[in-house]
């Protein structure tokens, strides 16, 4: 059995409980002395926006976050001409938990940290009101991610500036917010055909990142469910010739596509077995996802076979110089492009009609014949 301690163990141990009680009164009571430093105490629960703004409108309300700092401070009239404080939604329709001074405790070890304590404390409220928004957002990969342990994933306030913002944020404004945090893919969608056209022009007809991913359900895009769906993606506006004629764009791609060995497949995984991965190729792997660029653009277009045949080699490693021409792109064949394949089409098209014509007119004459004879034959 163990020895129980001695009487002088005893005292010792009771000295060092009763100084740590003491230091931690004292931190406790220092923290709230700090806390109320920037406002005098409130003995009356705050009930409406101006007893909350009594303290929060003072400039420079900062508090430690960690090694870092957040500002509190809220400008109660821009908050007043907001799209929430246009429609008289107060500070307590959000802030449920913050009706009483001292406020309970939040999470103070970072400011992301503090951000997701009050994420994790608004967002019923959210979904109180925004209940189709918040619903699909809970199914979206940021929301996962959340759930999962990392904080860094987007919540509703990272997208919606719940104090400021006037309304949802229009495509080209999203897209900034998606860069904040994707900072390497935006770099790239910028500099690509789509991007470039929606940034610099302005341009309504290009896709931005939501209308790829959407805002809140977003999908792991890693899926084979979401690989085997891309033609479809791409195809919503390249097969529309109300777009596509006004960039005189070829509105034939998607035909061209499934036609081919590669897309037949790909399209019958899509309609078949969903959640296989295909191994052919999808639009993506040859004009790229966030790095498209126009077909004949001189560095990295895809019209030069150099550049092609880079994309073939992934799978086709032993593909050489002329590969890619074993390949009829998205053209159908015609005299102009692929006269071989397009004549011997034609061939066919109207030898195999001929033949299975002939064979049909032989077998009902045939057959018309035999019953005439029969009947001739009955007649006796
Ligand atoms: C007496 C001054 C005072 C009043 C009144 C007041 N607050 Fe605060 N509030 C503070 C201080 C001080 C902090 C920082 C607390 C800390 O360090 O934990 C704070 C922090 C907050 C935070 C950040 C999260 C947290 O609790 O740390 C929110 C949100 C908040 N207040 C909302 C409100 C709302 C909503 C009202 C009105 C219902 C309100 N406050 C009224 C002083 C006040
Ligand atoms: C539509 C809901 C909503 C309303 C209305 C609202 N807040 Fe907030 N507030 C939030 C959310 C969400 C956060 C967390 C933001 C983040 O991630 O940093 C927040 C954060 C805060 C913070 C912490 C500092 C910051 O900006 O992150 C303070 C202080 C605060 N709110 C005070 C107020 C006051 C005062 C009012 C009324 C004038 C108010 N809030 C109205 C949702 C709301
Ligand atoms: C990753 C960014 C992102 C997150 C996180 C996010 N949203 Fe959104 N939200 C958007 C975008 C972008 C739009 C614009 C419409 C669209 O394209 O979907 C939008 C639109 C909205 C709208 C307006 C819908 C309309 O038709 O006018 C509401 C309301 C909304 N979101 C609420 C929420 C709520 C509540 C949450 C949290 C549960 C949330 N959002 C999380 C990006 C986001
Ligand atoms: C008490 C109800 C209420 C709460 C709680 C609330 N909202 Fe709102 N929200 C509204 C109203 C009302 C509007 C303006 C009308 C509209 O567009 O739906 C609005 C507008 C918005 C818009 C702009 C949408 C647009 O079409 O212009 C976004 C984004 C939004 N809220 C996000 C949030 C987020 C995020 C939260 C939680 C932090 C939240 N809301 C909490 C009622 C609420
Ligand atoms: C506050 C930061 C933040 C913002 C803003 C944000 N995201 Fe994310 N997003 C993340 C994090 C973190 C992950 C998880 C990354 C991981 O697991 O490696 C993620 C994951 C994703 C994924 C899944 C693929 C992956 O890498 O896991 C997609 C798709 C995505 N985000 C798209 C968007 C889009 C579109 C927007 C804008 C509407 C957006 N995000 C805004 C932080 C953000
Ligand atoms: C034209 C449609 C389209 C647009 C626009 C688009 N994406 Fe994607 N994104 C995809 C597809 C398809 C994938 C699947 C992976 C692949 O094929 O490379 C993907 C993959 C992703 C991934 C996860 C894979 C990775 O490489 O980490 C993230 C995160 C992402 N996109 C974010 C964004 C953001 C942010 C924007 C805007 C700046 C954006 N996307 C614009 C179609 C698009
Ligand atoms: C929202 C509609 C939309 C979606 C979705 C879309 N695109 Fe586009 N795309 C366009 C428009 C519009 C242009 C013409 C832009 C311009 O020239 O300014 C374009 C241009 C292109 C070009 C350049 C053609 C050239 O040589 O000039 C390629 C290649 C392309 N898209 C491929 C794709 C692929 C692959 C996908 C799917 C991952 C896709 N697009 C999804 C609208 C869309
Ligand atoms: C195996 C590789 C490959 C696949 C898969 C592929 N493309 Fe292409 N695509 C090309 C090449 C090569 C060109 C350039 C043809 C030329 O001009 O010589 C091209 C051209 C285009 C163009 C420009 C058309 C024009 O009128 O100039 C668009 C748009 C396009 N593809 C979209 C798509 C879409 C959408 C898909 C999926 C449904 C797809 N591509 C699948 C290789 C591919
Ligand atoms: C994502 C992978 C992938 C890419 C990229 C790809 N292919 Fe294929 N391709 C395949 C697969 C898988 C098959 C079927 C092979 C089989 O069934 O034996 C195939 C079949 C073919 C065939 C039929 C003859 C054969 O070898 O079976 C040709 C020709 C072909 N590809 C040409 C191309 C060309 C040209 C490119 C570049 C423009 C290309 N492929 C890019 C995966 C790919």
Same mark, same amino acid.
């Given at each position: 059995?163990?020895? !129980?301690?001695?009487?002088?163990?005893?005292?010792?141990?009771?000295?060092?409980? *009763?100084?740590?009680?003491?230091?931690?009164?004292?931190?406790?009571?220092?923290?709230?002395?700090?806390?109320?430093? &920037?406002?005098?105490?409130?003995?009356?629960?705050?009930?409406?926006?101006?007893?909350?703004?009594?303290?929060?409108?003072?400039?420079?309300?900062?508090? #430690?976050?960690?090694?870092?700092?957040?500002?509190?401070?809220?400008?109660?009239?821009?908050?007043?001409?907001?799209? &929430?404080?246009?429609?008289?939604?107060?500070?307590?329709?959000? &802030?449920?938990?913050?009706?009483?001074?001292?406020?309970?405790?939040?999470?103070?070890?970072?400011?992301?940290?503090?951000?997701?304590?009050?994420?994790?404390?608004?967002? /019923?409220?959210?979904?109180?009101?925004?209940?189709? #928004?918040?619903?699909?957002?809970?199914?979206?990969?940021?929301?996962?991610?959340?759930? +999962?342990?990392?904080?860094?994933? /987007?919540?509703?306030?990272?997208? &919606?500036?719940? $104090?400021?913002?006037?309304?949802?944020?229009?495509?080209?404004?999203?897209?900034?917010?998606?860069?904040?945090?994707?900072?390497?893919?935006?770099?790239?969608?910028?500099?690509?055909?789509?991007?470039?056209?929606?940034?610099?022009?302005?341009?309504?007809?290009?896709?931005?990142?939501?209308?790829?991913?959407?805002?809140?359900?977003?999908?792991?895009?890693?899926?084979?469910?979401?690989?085997? $769906?891309?033609?479809?993606? !791409?195809?919503? !506006?390249?097969?529309?010739?109300?777009?596509?004629?006004?960039?005189?764009?070829?509105?034939?791609?998607?035909?061209?596509?499934?036609?081919?060995?590669?897309?037949? @497949?790909? @399209?019958?995984?899509?309609?078949?077995?969903?959640?296989?991965?295909?191994?052919?190729?999808?639009?993506?792997?040859?004009?790229?996802?966030?790095?498209?660029?126009?077909?004949?653009?001189?560095?990295?277009?895809?019209? *030069?076979?150099?550049?092609?045949?880079?994309? !073939?080699?992934?799978?086709?490693?032993?593909?050489?110089?002329?590969?890619?021409? +074993?390949?009829?792109? $998205?053209?159908?064949?015609?005299?102009?492009?692929?006269?071989?394949?397009?004549?011997?089409?034609?061939?066919?098209?109207?030898?195999?009609?001929?033949?299975?014509?002939?064979?049909?007119?032989?077998?009902?004459?045939?057959?018309?014949?035999?019953?005439?004879?029969?009947?001739?034959?009955? +007649?006796?």
């Amino acid at each position: 059995m163990r020895r !129980c301690f001695d009487r002088a163990e005893r005292k010792h141990a009771r000295i060092i409980l *009763l100084t740590l009680g003491l230091i931690l009164l004292f931190a406790a009571l220092a923290s709230q002395a700090a806390g109320r430093a &920037h406002a005098s105490p409130s003995p009356v629960p705050p009930s409406d926006n101006d007893s909350c703004l009594f303290c929060h409108s003072e400039p420079d309300m900062i508090i #430690e976050a960690g090694a870092e700092q957040v500002l509190l401070t809220i400008d109660g009239d821009k908050f007043n001409a907001s799209a &929430h404080g246009q429609e008289q939604v107060a500070c307590l329709d959000c &802030h449920v938990a913050n009706s009483k001074f001292p406020h309970p405790t939040y999470d103070k070890s970072s400011p992301r940290e503090f951000s997701y304590s009050i994420y994790t404390a608004t967002k /019923a409220t959210c979904k109180a009101c925004h209940a189709d #928004e918040a619903q699909s957002a809970m199914s979206g990969v940021h929301e996962q991610t959340l759930d +999962a342990g990392n904080h860094n994933a /987007a919540m509703c306030a990272d997208c &919606h500036n719940p $104090h400021y913002a006037k309304g949802a944020a229009e495509r080209a404004e999203a897209t900034e917010v998606c860069a904040r945090c994707h900072s390497e893919i935006a770099a790239q969608y910028k500099a690509s055909v789509h991007g470039k056209a929606l940034l610099t022009e302005a341009n309504p007809d290009v896709p931005a990142c939501v209308d790829c991913h959407g805002g809140h359900s977003i999908e792991d895009p890693r899926t084979a469910e979401f690989r085997n $769906h891309i033609p479809g993606l !791409c195809a919503q !506006c390249h097969t529309d010739a109300s777009i596509m004629d006004k960039y005189d764009l070829s509105t034939n791609v998607l035909d061209t596509y499934v036609a081919d060995y590669h897309g037949t @497949t790909v @399209t019958l995984f899509e309609s078949n077995t969903p959640r296989l991965a295909t191994n052919k190729p999808v639009c993506t792997d040859c004009h790229g996802t966030h790095t498209i660029s126009k077909t004949d653009d001189p560095q990295s277009g895809i019209a *030069l076979k150099e550049n092609l045949l880079v994309k !073939c080699q992934r799978c086709h490693p032993d593909a050489t110089a002329n590969f890619p021409d +074993a390949w009829m792109s $998205h053209y159908d064949a015609s005299p102009q492009n692929f006269p071989l394949v397009y004549y011997v089409n034609l061939f066919y098209k109207f030898f195999i009609p001929a033949v299975i014509g002939g064979m049909l007119v032989f077998v009902i004459t045939d057959i018309l014949r035999r019953i005439l004879n029969r009947l001739k034959g009955g +007649a006796h």
